[in-house]
Structure formats: C-alpha cells, structure tokens
C-alpha cells in the first residue's frame, strides 16, 4: 500500500483534473491540467491509489534506477483475474520487450540487435523515397482544397517504413495499422471494458497474422529481420515453438512501437510548423535547426505522457512511502513542463539551449527505435520546407480520447 500523509482533498482535487483530462478540452491541451497537477507537489497520490510523479528528476531517476521495474508477467497475475491487467491483451504484451525485467530483458534485446550505421542507412533511402511520394500525393490534393496531414503523411510513412523492414505486403499495411491503433488501448492509463475488449480482438488478429508471419519466413528465409530474428532464437531457445513465439512478440513489439508513437511525432511536428508561420521562416532559414526542432516537439508534447514502473522494494518517492510491488505513473507529459527543469517551459522553442526529454524513457529500458523515429521525423521536416509550397492549418485539429498514448486525430492543412 501506498502511505502518504497529504490531505485527502489533494486526492479529490486529482480526481477532479482527471476527469477533465478526458474531456476534448483536455484531450487538445491537457497541460494547464498538468501544471495544477505539479502545483500539488512532485508526487501526488492517484485518485485509484497509485502515486503520481510530475518532476522532471525524479521521473528521471527512477527511469534510470534499477529498483524500478517494468510491470512484468509475475506482477500482472498478482494483481488477480478480472482486473485489466489481466485482460488477454494485457497478458500478451507482458511478454513483450518493454515489459519485460533482466535477466530476460537483456537477454531479448540483445537478440534484437540495433538501428545501427548500416540498418539506418538502407532504411532513410527508403523514408526518402516514401516521404517524397507522400508529399508528392499531398500537393495533389491541396490543388482541390484542404488536405489531412495525418491520413496522407504521418499515419503513411511510419508504416510503410517498418512494412517495407520486416517485408510485410504492402496491401497488409492499413489493416496493421488500424489493428495497431486498436490494440495500444491496453496500453492506456485508465482503459474502460469496451477499450480493453477492442485491444483484445486487435491483439488476436496481431498475433495470427504475425505466426503466420513467421512460420512462412521460416519455411522461406531471406534477408529480413524476422528471418534474421528466427536464426538468432533457434541458437537461444531449443524448443523450435517457443523460438518461434520469441520472433513473434519481438516483431509485434517492433510494429506497434514503430507506428503509434512515430505518427503521432509527425503530426505534433507538423501542427508545430503550421501554427504560428515564423517557424516555417526560421527553419527554412536554417535547416540545420531541424533536429533541435524535432527534440523541442518530443519535449513539448511527447507522443507519450505517461510511464508506468513498479517498485522492486520498499522505498521512498520524494515524501511518499511506496511499497514493493505498488505502481508509480511517471506523468512525462507534465515533467517536460517542468520549470526546475526548463525556463519558459510552455513555449515552444527550437532555439531552446536545452531541450533534453524523456519521450524515448531512459535507463535500460530507453526506446530501440529512438534512432528510427528521429529519422523519419527529420527527413520529412527536411522535405517538408524545401519542397513543399508553404502551408496553413486550415482548422484546429482534434485527438483521441487519451491520456498516456496521444494521437492527433486529424490535422487539416491548406496552401498559404
């Protein structure tokens, strides 16, 4: 249990931030929220009886300390049936790399290699290429009108990079992708019945279709990473249908990581861009400002917002006692607005001296494809201000109903 000694109306006046939270309000600008939320102090007690961390270096240091876990498999059947956690959904992604604590943890993703020199080189030919044809199909649809950047660029480029990786058919790209915006409800703060029962059937189809995936690699190798990832298991696991298993949920790891979040990048980016018009003038200035601006979007509003961890021991978190095994929400949304940490924190700023973030985690657990999304990311910003005529918003955009993982619904854009 969680002992704290904070008055009771800190917990109600979390409820009440909470529910707003889940407004559309709150969904397009939750963090005036945030800084109420850090107005109660760097820890604060959950409405559900957790603790929420909303300072940047404490959030930090627990992402980095190993006497912080992951909520592993053992963690999630403690919490007993009929919880979420223990949803099929749930317990699938339990097997998954972020979910996972060492010795396996290690163990896995060392089998999963890197995004190195090489891998990243032979895959921004192919972001180049996808960029340029997407944008290209954009300018199109702009001669007739307002265009959304969010179906033709930021939901195409992550997956038809990662499809065009793992030599996934490009004709199974969008159900992929839509089975992906399905499934990450499991992964939410607070998911209802209906979200996690919608995740349930998205993770069914996943794992068919990835089996599949790997049985036919196995019976046809080629030069791919799952063919790559089946070789590696085979000298690691005996057992041919566990190996097989591992390929699986490495692979599942791999597409819901590399199209979720990276989408959402590319959409935050772009509405960066096109809300106030200096910014398209300074860039195309200074293109070398780009990764600073790409930094300064994954600080300002991070594709995700929120990092769950439970304790290994009995401990302390800022003034709050925390039991082993209890579960702190490390609120990344709100951290990165830290003003201890940043000056100004609210103003986007790509000039920013120091724009250091947690969006990819930290610690063993900091992101695989951190590389990979900060690739795509800069390659379509690049394109964006050298080959596109220059754009407006042609309205406000909307998001989905979330808390932990954001995702820009829409984001209507028009000729200037």
């Known amino acids: 249990m969680v002992v704290d000694a904070r008055p009771s109306h800190d917990r109600r006046s979390a409820v009440s931030l909470f529910a707003r939270l889940r407004t559309a309000e709150g969904q397009a600008d939750p963090f005036p929220y945030y800084a109420r939320l850090r107005a109660m102090g ?19 240091q627990i992402l980095r300390s190993r006497d ?4 592993d498999k053992r963690w999630r059947d403690q919490q007993g049936a009929g919880t979420r956690w223990n949803a099929p959904s749930s317990q699938e992604m339990s097997n998954t790399l972020p979910a996972l604590n060492p010795p396996e943890h290690t163990r896995i993703r060392r089998a999963a290699g890197t995004f190195g020199r090489k891998t990243l080189e032979r895959i921004g030919r192919t972001v180049g290429r996808t960029t340029d044809r997407l944008l290209l199909s954009l300018t199109e649809q702009l001669r007739d009108g307002a265009a959304d950047f969010v179906a033709t660029v930021s939901e195409e480029l992550p997956v038809a990079t990662i499809g065009d990786w793992l030599g996934v058919p490009a004709a199974d790209w969008p159900r992929l992708r839509e089975l992906t915006h399905e499934q990450v409800f499991t992964q939410e703060l ?26 036919r690699r196995r019976e046809q190798p080629g030069d791919d990473p799952v063919s790559l990832w089946i070789h590696t298991f085979d000298t690691l696991e005996p057992d041919r249908e566990r190996a097989d298993e591992s390929v699986y949920f490495l692979a599942l790891f791999v597409l819901l990581a590399a ?37 300064e979007t994954l600080r300002h509003d991070p594709p995700t917002h929120v990092i769950s961890r439970v304790a290994a021991h009995d401990t302390v978190v800022g003034d709050v006692e925390v039991a082993k095994d209890d579960m702190v929400h490390l609120m990344v949304g709100a951290a990165h607005r830290d003003p201890a940490r940043h000056p100004d924190p609210d103003r986007f700023d790509p000039e920013r001296a120091r724009s250091d973030h947690l969006a990819f985690s930290n610690g063993i657990h900091y992101c695989l494809g951190a590389p990979l999304a900060r690739l795509e990311a800069q390659t379509l910003l690049h394109h964006m201000i050298s080959r596109l005529p220059r754009l407006t918003l042609a309205q406000r955009p909307t998001w989905e109903p979330r808390v932990a993982f954001r995702r820009l619904s829409n984001l209507d854009v028009a000729l200037a």
Do not use: I
């Not at 760097?42 to 930090?60: E, Q």
């Not at 912080?68 to 909520?71: A, N, T």
């Not at 209802?192 to 059937?201: K, P």
């Open 42 to 60: 760097p820890v604060t007690p959950a409405p559900w009886g957790n603790v929420l961390v909303t300072g940047f270096d404490l959030c930090d």
């Open 68 to 71: 912080w876990l992951e909520p």
């Open 190 to 215: 607070l998911p209802t019945a209906s979200q996690l029962a919608r995740s349930d059937a998205a993770t069914a189809e996943l794992r068919a279709y990835f089996m599949d995936l790997v049985r």
């Open 259 to 295: 199209l979720e979040t990276t989408s959402t990048l590319l959409s935050t980016m772009a509405l960066r861009l096109l809300e106030q018009p200096l910014r398209w003038d300074l860039l195309a200035a200074d293109p070398t400002l780009v990764p600073a601006f790409v930094e």
